[in-house]
């Protein structure tokens, strides 16, 4: 008996893109099943593209989350608009995200515009379904966003429950190349530690020091050493003014003590190492207009010591 063809396996990229606060970085982290993108409920988390790899039996897809789009009046939001745009360059299937709770405004077909490539799939995905207790709005939804764009899909999902996971990975596989996997198996993403441990410290300031103002802090990873028994990482908060810092200290240090315990729990569990944080925080005026200094953040340019 001959054996049974195997099925062919596929390779390619799909970019997530969206308005802020669409759920792209929480898609991302339930699609590849690691928290890679920091998540807070506050618009312009995620500051540059990130990519994660999810590998199966048939397919190998890398995934990248971007900056939510939004208008570039510094030159951080430029910085973080060319991410956006150089995710769109060379890809097989665009997602877009959408918060389903909301109607599609003015902003979202502006978002659709940008998304229409000649030749590369719109998947259009349906987010925070869970928050959706009459599901017939949904086809109305479906019907309002068809008028826009001739998607490739529309996929429902929760991304915060993991629900319609499945079923997109499954419809992005159909629009991939037949191809080799790029990535060895256990690959998770091209983002190194450091860059990762950094987020994980400024998403609990985001978290954490609530009366501030999200978009004033920067983190950076200073040392990196790696012990056979512990990870010992120092790293600086950068902020915009002395009031931001006294803040981001709190009072007799209490609340820089809170944000790097929250910042090592994490650190812990996703190193899974002991873990030892040193936090420091440091005035620079007007970082956000710096080029250089925002070269120091981008992941892609930073030098690794030791491959972290
Ligand atoms: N109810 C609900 N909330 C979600 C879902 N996905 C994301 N969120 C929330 O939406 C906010 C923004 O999420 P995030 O992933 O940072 O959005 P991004 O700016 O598009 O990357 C956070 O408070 C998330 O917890 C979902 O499926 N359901
Ligand atoms: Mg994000």
Known sequence: MPKPKKPKYHAGTATIIGLPNAGKSTLLNAI?????????????????????????????????????????????????????????????????VVDATKTPGQDIAQAVDLVKKPGTPVVLVLNKVDSIHDKSKLFALIEQYQALHDFAAFIPVSAKKGEGVDELRKAIITYLPVG?????????TDVPSRFLAAEMVREKILILAQQEVPHSVAVLVDEWEDKPNVIRIAATIYVERSGQKNIIVGAAGAMIKKIGSAARAEMELFFDKKIFLELFVKVKPDWRNQPEFLNELDWRRMVNDSDV
């Not at 890679?36 to 500051?47: L, N």
């Not at 080799?180 to 998770?188: I, S």
């Open 32 to 96: 590849v099943g690691e928290k890679i993108a920091i998540v807070t409920a506050k618009a312009q988390t995620t500051r540059t593209a990130l990519n994660g790899v999810w590998t199966g039996e048939n397919a190998q897809i890398v995934f990248v989350d971007t900056p939510g789009l939004h208008k570039s009046d510094t030159v951080i939001n430029r910085r973080m608009m060319q991410a956006v745009r150089a995710a769109m360059d060379a890809i097989d299937v665009i997602i877009l």
């Open 180 to 188: 080799e996997r790029v990535y060895p198996e256990d690959h998770l």
